[in-house]
Every structure is written in C-alpha cells, then in structure tokens.
C-alpha cells in the first residue's frame, strides 16, 4: 500500500426526477446515513459535499438532472469495501430506481498524489478518458485496477466478490 498516493473517484448520474420529487425521495432521505458510513470508513479521506453534507446540489453541467459524487481514499479496497460491504450497498442496489441508465462510463477511479484533492473537471476528464480509451493507469475500474505509481506490477483484472455479482 502507498503512502504518497491516494484512490480518488467519481460517480455520476442522472437523477430519474428533480429533488423533491416522491421517485428520488428515498435515495435523498438515505445520504446523510449512507454519508456518514463513509466518513467513518477505515481508509476514508475526502469526499465532494456542499454546504448541505451531500453534493446532490452541485451542478457541474447545464442537466439540472445530473449528479456527481467524488471522494479520496487510502487504496481501492477500502472503497471497494464501503461500496460493496456496508450499508451502502443496499441502496447502490436500488440504483435504478433513482438514476436513469447512463451511456459511456458512470465511475472511474485514479490515483492522485496524498494530499491532492481533485476537481470536478478532472474527475470528468477521467471518465471521459475511460470511456474513451478503456481502462488506463490515468482511469480505470475495480475489475481492471492499477497500481499507485510508485508500486511495480501490472493491472490486475480482480474478480468480483461472489456476493456482490448481481447486486453492482
């Protein structure tokens, strides 16, 4: 595990209706709980929030409907477990019913130097660079992970956990 180096990632989507609406009301009465998981996770550094906690109100885009979500973290598997094991999950589940399904790349994670936090703009210039390119030591995925920099190896295609398939 590196200390110069950090995972950052992003997330994005289209909400299936504007805040306020019953259809998203279940996923917006849920982030300051699945939040504050986060923050509270082993290997958890930063994460993109306004001056409410969440970052549902950002709008990087002209699409009122368009949500990001970044954040940093110690390395990819202790994002991968308060995405995949804590209570988070269950409402990653549930995705569909308050996203639309997007086209081209939804998440990219990438290594950033400790201390760095990243901007909105890089963290789209990520996505656009995986959806472009596939997965690269500058944008990648859990299945195809790269080491941080200063680590020798190759990508390493990881299987899923048994008990995430289906449920991602």
Not at 22 to 37: G, H, K, Q, S, T
Not at 77 to 100: G, I, K, Q
Not at 135 to 149: G, S
């Amino acid at each position: 595990m590196s200390e110069s180096w950090h995972l950052a990632q992003v997330n994005v989507g289209r909400f299936v209706a504007p805040p306020g609406d019953p259809r998203i009301e279940p996923f917006m009465a849920a982030l300051d709980r699945i939040n504050a998981i986060a923050d509270a996770s082993p290997g958890f550094i930063w994460r993109l929030q306004d001056d409410s906690g969440n970052a549902t109100a950002i709008r990087p885009t002209s699409d009122p409907l368009f949500a990001v979500n970044m954040s940093v973290w110690r390395d990819a598997d202790a994002l991968f477990d308060y995405v995949y094991r804590s209570a988070h999950t269950p409402v990653m589940a549930r995705r569909r019913e308050f996203f639309d399904r997007f086209d081209g790349a939804y998440q990219a994670l990438w290594w950033i130097p400790a201390g760095h936090i990243p901007t909105i703009d890089e963290a789209l210039g990520r996505l656009w660079r995986l959806d472009r390119y596939g997965p690269t030591a500058q944008a990648f995925t859990f299945k195809a992970r790269f080491p941080a920099p200063d680590e020798s190896g190759v990508p390493v295609d990881h299987q899923p956990d048994p008990w995430c398939v289906g449920r991602a």
